[in-house]
């Protein structure tokens, strides 16, 4: 089992950036992927981005390529998202969760099984 705690979300202005950090507890000593999923009031949880446990796969939803960089860095058991040019239709609850499976081009929730509390992404001018 892993506990996850984001972290990073705010208010930010069209265009500007925010950083989210995902701290992973449990057993870390095992392989495990990470996806980063956001949630709109009124919308369905979506996939944003994945990366696999050696960082050699990510996979990103169309409408954030180019713009959003998943990274981790497992000494620290955190990973990351590095949101740039932020657009309102952005704002959001963004989760991070963890699974054994692979990190795949469709980034589908119900694939996950550990989940963060979430933290929210506003974009506002």
């Known amino acids: 089992q892993l506990q996850l705690v984001e972290s990073g979300g705010g208010l930010v202005q069209p265009g500007g950036s925010l950083r989210l950090s995902c701290a992973v507890s449990?057993?870390?000593?095992?392989?495990?992927?990470i996806g980063w999923f956001r949630q709109a009031p009124e919308k369905e949880r979506e996939g944003v981005s994945c990366?696999?446990?050696?960082?050699?796969?990510?996979n990103y939803l169309d409408s954030v390529k180019g713009r959003f960089t998943i990274s981790r860095d497992n000494a620290k058991n955190t990973v990351y998202l590095q949101m740039n040019n932020l657009k309102p239709e952005d704002t959001a609850v963004y989760y991070c969760?963890?699974?054994?499976?692979?990190?795949?081009?469709?980034?589908?929730?119900?694939?996950?099984?550990?989940w963060g509390q979430g933290t929210q992404v506003s974009v506002s001018s």
């Open positions: 969760a963890a699974t054994w499976r692979q990190c795949t081009a469709v980034i589908d929730k119900r694939r996950y099984d550990n």
């Open positions: 990366i696999s446990y050696r960082g050699t796969t990510t």
């Open positions: 449990g057993r870390t000593s095992d392989s495990y992927n």
